[in-house]
């Protein structure tokens, strides 16, 4: 089997394979991913049912680089997400299945903070994608979209309670959603938990959020989705002055989302 692990080094995207899982090659030497990568972080990769691998990176937007032939040549898109003049791309997550059914969600600026969630699809292995979609400008932490079957797509983020006034840290509760689509990303059902996520010491920078970094889905044969992510055990461990947090007081949180409509 052939395996790829994306990965950023020197703020270049790189992509390596394996057959084996024990030795890997850099497909980074020559061809469309040698040197012109711009690599500004967050790297992601998924491959379909034809074996076709499909290598989503940032910076100017999100270029989209594709594998036919088990990573030996490459084809590069410019900015699948059609950036407009003056805004910005972030923290982009892709998967595919099938014939070359390829989703992309990206965390894009057109409406300030907090950030929107832009969805993104191709039907012929990434050759044309559509007009982004906006399924929420209230998101402060997006999390990777998965196929669940041939028609459910599946993703969760987090909405900033209080005044988000940076893309993905602020002195903000939050709460988690569940975003669910049951006809290939036609339409969408927002689902968000009861209980709020108290504010918690980011990773990302020094500041406040509502999760350690970014919550992750993954769902059931039956097609329930259970949802991942880490946060503070709740207000009282920081100390007096609010913005203390003592080492070793993060917990993982998983939940199973009974699957809306």
Not at 33 to 48: E, F, H, K, Q, S
Request: proline share 7%; hydrophobic share 35%; net charge negative.
């Amino acid at each position: 089997p052939l395996s790829f692990l994306p990965g950023s080094g020197a703020q270049q995207g790189r992509v390596w394979s394996s057959p084996d899982g024990k030795t890997f090659t850099l497909h980074n030497k020559a061809g469309a991913l040698a040197g012109t990568v711009g690599g500004d972080g967050d790297t992601d990769i998924a491959i379909d049912g034809n074996g076709t691998a499909y290598m989503a990176d940032l910076g100017n937007g999100i270029p989209l680089f594709s594998s036919k032939d088990n990573g030996t040549t490459w084809t590069e898109k410019d900015d699948i997400s059609q950036t407009p003049k003056g805004e910005g791309r972030d923290r982009q997550w892709i998967d595919a299945r099938g014939d070359g059914k390829v989703v992309v969600v990206v965390a894009g600026t057109e409406h300030g903070n907090p950030r929107t969630i832009l969805f993104i699809q191709s039907n012929d292995s990434g050759a044309s994608w559509s007009k982004p979609r906006e399924l929420t400008n209230t998101m402060i932490q997006i999390g990777p979209i998965i196929w669940v079957d041939d028609s459910t797509l599946a993703m969760s983020y987090v909405e900033p309670i209080g005044n988000a006034t940076t893309s993905q840290s602020s002195n903000v509760e939050g709460k988690m959603h569940v975003l669910i689509s049951r006809d290939a990303g036609l339409t969408w059902v927002d689902t968000p938990f009861e209980s709020k996520i108290p504010r918690a010491l980011g990773c990302v920078t020094a500041n406040f959020a509502p999760t350690f970094i970014f919550p992750v889905i993954a769902a059931a044969r039956s097609g329930n989705p259970y949802v991942a992510w880490a946060q503070t055990r709740d207000e009282s461990d920081f100390s007096p002055d609010g913005r203390t947090l003592p080492l070793g007081r993060p917990t993982a949180q998983l939940v199973r989302a009974a699957a809306p409509g």
